[in-house]
């Protein structure tokens, strides 16, 4: 098969490819949710088809697990892991304190729930998610159906006191309909443009009854590992204070380029 990833896809594919040498035979290993996360599912699929790997993994979302059963990686719940090694999953925004914005894809309660269970957390993302502060990007708002319209209002009148740039609240559509989650809650995209102070809004947002979990990912990640579109990957590690730089060649395998939507 001939095929040719485009620089984003590239971008996304070495940061993927990257971040799986992380991955030890044995480990417990959350799966994230999103395109970048996918190619890291079918990465790690390689690697236990080809290679033996033998770990158990925790996706979070139902099309995680579908994929990585596809791929031959067994799948468990976290109840059953209990605790996990490791995580890799995408972001959104990530920032120079390796703080995130995640739930473009409307998984992010699975997806905070299982990187807090996690021992590390390493994220993969093309270069154009690195922002110098959060907040360009929509944080998604997971709420609960019931009285969402009175959560929402709640959420804007709470915005009043925030440092943010604009206040535009909105909830996420699929078409016609309502986003629903994997929990069955809406998500409510925030447009503020800029966010200044992370750990307070992230608070608040928590406080509002309604609320189930918001988009921000503070002091969570340990490791970024940011592609670019021309195969080169940079690895920051936030504890060791490291950047290590690699450069990766795109590798045509029976997995890469089927069925790559989220
Ligand atoms: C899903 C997420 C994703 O990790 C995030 O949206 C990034 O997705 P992609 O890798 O497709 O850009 O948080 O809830």
């Known amino acids: 098969m001939t095929a040719e990833l485009s620089p984003i896809d ?22 994230g949710t999103g395109s970048t996360a996918a190619y890291m599912v079918r990465a790690l699929g390689d690697l236990v088809r080809d290679e033996g790997l033998r770990i158990r993994a925790v996706p979070t979302s139902t099309r ?16 059953e892991a209990g605790w996990l090694d490791l995580t890799i999953d995408g972001a959104d925004e990530v920032d120079g304190n390796l703080d995130l914005i995640k739930g ?3 998984a992010l309660l699975h997806e905070k729930i299982v990187a807090a ?24 708002v997971e709420v609960i159906p019931f009285g969402w319209k009175s959560t929402q209002a ?9 440092d943010v740039l604009a206040r535009d609240t909105a909830r996420r559509m699929t078409g016609d309909s309502p986003f629903v989650t994997d929990e069955g809650n809406y998500i409510l995209d925030l447009s503020l443009a800029r ?6 809004l992230s608070m608040a947002l928590n406080q509002v009854p309604g609320v189930v979990e918001n988009g921000l990912f503070l002091d969570t ?10 195969g080169r990957v940079e690895t920051r590690d936030i504890n060791a204070g490291t950047i290590q730089e690699d450069r990766l060649e795109v590798m045509e395998t029976e997995n890469l380029f089927t069925d790559l939507g989220n």
């Open 10 to 31: 590239t971008a996304k594919y070495v940061a993927a490819k990257r971040a799986v040498d992380f991955v030890e035979h044995g480990m417990r290993v959350g799966l």
């Open 64 to 79: 995680t697990a579908d994929l990585a059963r596809e791929m031959g990686i067994e799948v468990i719940t976290l109840d």
């Open 104 to 106: 473009g894809g409307g």
């Open 117 to 140: 269970a996690s021992e590390r957390m390493v994220v993969i993302a093309d270069i154009g998610k690195e922002v110098a502060t959060l907040g360009a990007f929509p944080l998604p």
């Open 154 to 162: 709640q959420i804007e009148e709470m915005l009043i006191n925030m």
């Open 195 to 200: 966010i200044g102070d992370a750990h307070r």
């Open 221 to 230: 990640c340990d490791v970024v590992v940011l592609g670019h579109g021309d």
